[in-house]
């Protein structure tokens, strides 16, 4: 166990951030909706703009589910002990590194090796 990190503050930013993603599921969900396309009730631009506004939506839904799975993973790297390790090369993350964002899974050397491929 690491101890140039504060596990526990981190394991409840997290636990707080996967709450604050599903209470605003809902909101996402309803954003995404099928768009009304009744030529009689609403103009061409402005179905286009919620035709947009849908697309938004599904895309900051995917962000958003992609974000609850990488938390998840991060919860369950702490209940294993492997917490705080790159999952490439198995070096430790740097602690700010971690306080940014607590379910980084690369040190900084990994992640710009990745960004250069």
Do not use: W
């Not at 768009?35 to 947009?52: F, I, K, N, P, W």
């Not at 492997?82 to 198995?90: A, K, P, R, S, V």
């Not at 964002?101 to 990994?110: E, F, G, Q, S, Y």
Request: glycine share 6%; net charge negative; with cysteine.
């Amino acid at each position: 166990m690491r101890d140039d990190i504060d596990i526990e503050a981190l394991r409840q930013r997290l636990l707080d951030r996967a709450r604050e993603l599903e209470a605003m599921a809902e909101t996402r969900r309803q954003a995404g909706r099928t768009v009304e396309l009744d030529q009689s009730r609403t103009g061409r631009l402005s179905r286009m703009d919620a035709m947009q506004a849908q697309a938004m939506a599904h895309a900051g839904e995917a962000r958003a589910q992609d974000e609850y799975r990488r938390i998840q993973a991060a919860l369950k790297r702490i209940d294993s002990g492997d917490y705080g390790d790159c999952l490439d090369c198995g070096d430790p993350i740097g602690a700010g590194r971690l306080n940014f964002d607590p379910a980084i899974t690369l040190c900084l050397a990994c992640a710009e090796q990745r960004e250069q491929r």
